[in-house]
């Protein structure tokens, strides 16, 4: 079973701030995710990668299959940012079962 | 597109009462897949299916029942609910065929269920 670390658990910014989550997983996998919940809310992807880099908006995405680790960052953070941030991988050569860390809770205050 | 839809939103059963949480995509992927979120514990696989006629278990599945006849509908059954089965459901939908800058996953809005 794939064992899917977040850090930090909770973070707390100023808007405007650069903002680093970080995610490290136990074995190989197929492909990597981040998601964002806001809270009381849905669940909603904002990358699958499986090497290199995503950006996406002020959202870039970073994966290290060598040291198999994954990064998302936030530049330039906004209170709307503020949510549950979550890691998650495929492994076993599929993409469709999926094994989550237990998320990052970030706090951006104006 | 919908996309996932989740039908109901919340639910209070007693327990021993039985139910079925309603899923469907209009977006002909072959996955789906069940998770359930629990405080501290992170989102967690109950049953997933890669296509029409095929279920598999997940990491939780006991109490729970699955079946999928066609592509777009996965329900997931609560066979005699217990206070142990309080928790948000999601339902989501995946494919092998992603396209270039595709996101992965379409969960649906969760269902927030309560066995009293």
């Known amino acids: 079973k794939n064992e899917v670390e977040q850090s930090p658990q909770n973070l707390t910014a100023q808007e405007g701030e650069f903002i680093t989550i970080n995610c490290s997983y136990s074995v190989g996998i197929s492909a990597l995710h981040w998601l964002q919940q806001h809270p009381g809310g849905g669940i909603v992807s904002l990358f699958m990668l499986s090497s290199g880099k995503k950006k996406h908006g002020r959202l870039i995405a970073t994966i290290n299959i060598q040291e198999k680790h994954s990064s998302l960052h936030i530049t330039a953070s906004h209170p709307r940012d503020s949510a549950v941030y979550i890691c998650a991988v495929g492994s076993g050569g599929s993409n469709y079962k999926l094994t989550f860390g237990k998320g990052t809770l970030l706090t951006v205050n104006p | 597109n919908a996309g996932v839809t989740q039908t109901p939103k919340f639910q209070v059963l007693k327990t021993g009462q039985s139910m079925t949480l309603q899923c469907a995509q209009d977006?002909?992927?072959?996955?789906m897949s069940w998770y359930r979120q629990d405080p501290g514990m992170g989102l967690r696989l109950i049953h997933y299916?890669?296509?029409?006629?095929?279920?598999d278990q997940g990491e939780v599945p006991n109490g729970y029942n699955v079946s999928r006849s066609t592509t777009e509908d996965f329900p997931l059954r609560l066979l005699s609910a217990a206070p142990s089965q309080t928790s948000v459901y999601f339902c989501?939908?995946?494919?092998?065929?992603?396209?270039?800058?595709?996101?992965?996953?379409?969960f649906g809005s969760g269902t927030r269920l309560t066995v009293v």
């Open positions: 989501a939908s995946s494919t092998s065929g992603q396209p270039r800058g595709s996101y992965g996953y379409t």
């Open positions: 299916s890669v296509g029409a006629g095929i279920t």
């Open positions: 977006m002909n992927h072959e996955y």
